[in-house]
């Protein structure tokens, strides 16, 4: 094996992270509910169900997860099967009509031992969270996709260099937009 040549840059190693941010699913609207309390749908379920099969063959282990307390994204992250012994869960009534700076707020405090976090939210603060932090590097598809509709249960992957309290706009790649249908 030889060794570099003097003056050669030396690979250097990425302090990456991944952030997922999901909408939750389809909610029904049965007659006297307050926004706040509005159910999923069973269409929603489904595809919140299918959006965490997504999420488990194809993102990394999650450490962290953060799910507004709205009753439909609850319900859409029960219905994901994500919430493991080992993944910390965080329900916030903040993220609930949270504007993407809010939300921002809240990723930049996150622990920083933790790699991969989950957000569970609302529109319009998840897409436009997701249309801010995707910089260069982004997938141009998925970006077109993302930017055409974030329609319910759709999930953006991110990738984040450094920790999370540096995460701001355009600081992220967006790797994947997922529009999960049964």
Not at 14 to 39: C, F, I, M, N
Not at 108 to 115: E, I, S
Not at 116 to 122: F, S
Not at 155 to 164: C, K, N, Q, R, S
């Amino acid at each position: 094996m030889s060794s570099p040549a003097a003056g050669a840059p030396q690979p250097q190693s990425r302090d990456v992270r991944t952030l997922v941010l999901l909408r939750h699913g389809k909610s029904a609207y049965p007659p006297g509910v307050s926004d706040h309390d509005r159910p999923l749908a069973p269409r929603g379920r489904r595809e919140a169900a299918l959006a965490g099969q997504w999420i488990m063959r194809n993102a990394p282990t999650l450490d962290y997860i953060l799910c507004s307390s709205a009753a439909r994204t609850r319900q859409t992250l029960e219905a994901t099967g994500l919430v493991t012994p080992t993944v910390l869960v965080d329900v916030s009534s903040s993220i609930y009509e949270a504007y993407p700076e809010e939300l921002l707020e809240l990723i930049t405090a996150a622990p920083q031992a933790d790699r991969t976090l989950l957000l569970v939210g609302h529109a319009p603060g998840v897409p436009g969270l997701a249309e801010a932090l995707a910089g260069p590097g982004s997938n141009t598809e998925a970006l077109q996709s993302m930017d055409a509709k974030f329609p319910t249960s759709a999930l953006a992957v991110l990738e984040v260099d450094g920790a999370w309290s540096d995460v701001g706009d355009g600081t992220g790649r967006l790797v994947d937009f997922v529009v999960p249908r049964a």
